[in-house]
């Protein structure tokens, strides 16, 4: 292992308020005992981190020029990103605008919180497992805290966009936390998107936490351009009786690693996760995900589905665990992908571990091409190939559509995901 942070991060002072900067030295200490992520570490084998490493990146971007937030608020007026109203925007992980009043959420920031934040969150990750995770919580800046009270319920979702402007060198931070008290009920949308072209990093964090009894949409989009490096941890921690619907969709980025982490650690918790991936050429887009059945009777369900054009990488990694002594436990996963090009390259491991005799769990992974008597069917019928190339992929993509259960969120999710599609099929 290589104590890379060591030439990323060598002689950085460290961003925030004095009261933080133990914590933050102490998770780049972490980072450093643990070592930058390599290829030679079994998770990291298709994913290459190194010219991270050594780039010159900045890791304490100052607040972003008025010309950057006027771009950015240009690209808020799309209906994909809603109300205005119900938005809270990150500008190159930094808050736009002075948090916004959604009320019964309760909104602040992780610096206003920090000893909270530092004990409950920070500290819950563990650098060995997720090296990135603790750079995120050395460099955040702010940082964006959302809290549900017990028994609320918002009716409409709420959109949390995190944008990167047009600065180039670029490694943001941004650290989200989201809790949901008893038997709350919400839906999150996060947007990752940029004002243009230029290359950079963006390294996120989102914790999430389920009190008893509450339930939890979230739907993420990441649209970056095809010079973005995009890493992303999500973790939630579920107590009884509490449901967590995720849903992922990576439409965009040169190199993007998403890791999902979701404890079931609650009798009778349950997680539907979801997962459509896209890339073309040139793009590497990895998928680690561990499902933990840290208690009886918890259900989880995973499908994931990747799309793979010419001389594009796809990665999936699924973990199911069950943990010792949990019964009755029903865990479903499945990843199917499909190549639609000659050099076009997929890399699947589902992985099961079970420690616990009373459990119903399934679990495979499929790569195909396109199936030519269902070409043949279509070009019968007066299609020529590139139509029903065209019709056949959507309908494969159509599948993980299904899974988004609000309304409104599912029609813009079928129109990016239309408009990502046909830029795919047509490089």
């Known amino acids: ?118 004990a409950r969150f920070a500290r819950t990750i563990a650098a060995a497992s997720y090296p990135l995770a603790a750079l995120n919580t050395a460099f955040l800046q702010r940082g964006l805290w959302l809290r549900l009270p017990a028994h609320t319920s918002i009716p409409a979702p709420i959109h949390i966009v995190v944008a990167s402007s047009a600065r180039a060198g670029v490694a943001t931070q941004p650290r989200i936390v989201i809790e949901a008290g008893e038997g709350a009920e919400a839906t999150i949308v996060q947007h990752f998107v940029d004002c243009d072209a230029s290359a950079g990093w963006v390294n996120a964090v989102t914790q999430l936490d389920l009190a008893a009894g509450a339930r939890l949409k979230v739907y993420r989009f990441q649209e970056h351009n095809l010079e973005r490096t995009h890493t992303s941890l999500l973790a939630a921690e579920l107590a009884a009786g509490a449901e967590l619907t995720a849903a992922y969709f990576d439409l965009g980025g040169k190199l993007v690693r998403n890791d999902v982490a979701v404890r079931l650690g609650g009798h009778g918790a349950r997680t539907e996760l979801t997962g459509l991936f896209l890339a073309g050429a040139a793009q590497h887009v990895d998928n680690h995900t561990t499902i933990q059945h840290a208690a009886g009777e918890t259900v989880s369900d995973e499908n994931f589905r990747g799309i793979i054009g010419e001389r594009g990488r796809g990665v999936f990694n699924g973990r199911v665990v069950v943990e010792r002594g949990c019964q009755r436990i029903d865990a479903k996963q499945s990843n199917d992908n499909l190549l639609l090009g000659e050099h076009a390259e997929i890399d699947a491991k589902p992985e099961l571990e079970i420690y616990a005799n009373d459990v119903k769990c399934s679990h495979g992974s499929t790569v195909g091409e396109l199936d030519a008597e269902q070409l043949f069917y279509l070009r019968a019928r007066g299609l020529d190939m590139a139509a029903a190339r065209r019709l056949l992929t959507t309908a494969f993509a159509a599948v993980m559509l299904e899974r988004v259960h609000d309304e409104g969120v599912r029609a813009e999710a079928t129109q990016r995901v239309t408009a990502g599609l046909a830029r795919l099929m047509e490089s």
């Open 1 to 118: 292992m290589t104590a890379a942070p060591l030439s990323l991060a060598a002689g950085r002072e460290l961003p925030g308020p004095t009261p933080t900067r133990a914590a933050r030295q102490a998770a780049l200490a972490e980072l450093t005992a643990a070592g930058w992520p390599t290829r030679k570490r079994e998770q990291w084998r298709y994913t290459d981190l190194e010219p991270l490493a050594t780039a010159e990146l900045d890791l304490m971007p100052k607040p972003a020029s008025g010309a950057a937030r006027e771009a950015v608020s240009r690209l808020l007026d799309a209906p994909r990103f809603g109300d205005r109203a119900r938005q809270l925007v990150l500008l190159d992980g930094q808050l736009l605008r002075p948090l916004a009043a959604l009320a019964p959420l309760e909104t602040s920031e992780t610096e206003d919180r920090w000893s909270e934040f530092e």
